[in-house]
């Protein structure tokens, strides 16, 4: 069983930046694929990001691409996502969440919710104009 906890979100002006953190507990969350998903308000849940197993990979919503960067530790248990040049349509509850895979080669298109077996509360992303 794996839990995860996000950390990190809040208030900042359009073109600031946030670091969210993903710890994760459990045994198998070096094994897998972790994506960030984020779902605004009267939105569907939708994917940002994700990264292999061993960080060797990295896939991006085109809408972030350029300004999010995935990276992870796994001697921490944890997975970050950097969001820089922030933009008030970013504004949304991020979620991290665990591939049901485990030592998955290629994460490229790996988007679908159900793809995802673990998932964190959320943290609120709140960017402001």
């Known amino acids: 069983q794996v839990q995860l906890v996000e950390s990190g979100g809040g208030l900042v002006q359009a073109g600031g930046s946030l670091r969210l953190s993903c710890l994760a507990s459990?045994?198998?969350?070096?094994?897998?694929?972790m994506g960030w998903f984020r779902q605004a308000p009267g939105k569907e849940r939708e994917f940002v990001a994700v990264?292999?197993?061993?960080?060797?990979?990295?896939y991006y919503a085109d809408s972030v691409k350029g300004r999010f960067t995935i990276s992870r530790d796994n001697a921490k248990n944890t997975v970050y996502l950097q969001m820089n040049s922030l933009k008030p349509e970013d504004t949304a509850v991020y979620y991290c969440?665990?591939?049901?895979?485990?030592?998955?080669?290629?994460?490229?298109?790996?988007?679908?919710?159900?793809?995802?077996?673990?998932w964190g509360q959320g943290t609120q992303v709140t960017v402001s104009s």
């Open positions: 969440a665990g591939h049901r895979d485990y030592f998955r080669f290629t994460v490229v298109g790996r988007t679908g919710l159900e793809e995802y077996d673990y």
């Open positions: 459990g045994r198998t969350f070096s094994s897998r694929a």
């Open positions: 990264i292999r197993w061993d960080g060797g990979t990295t």
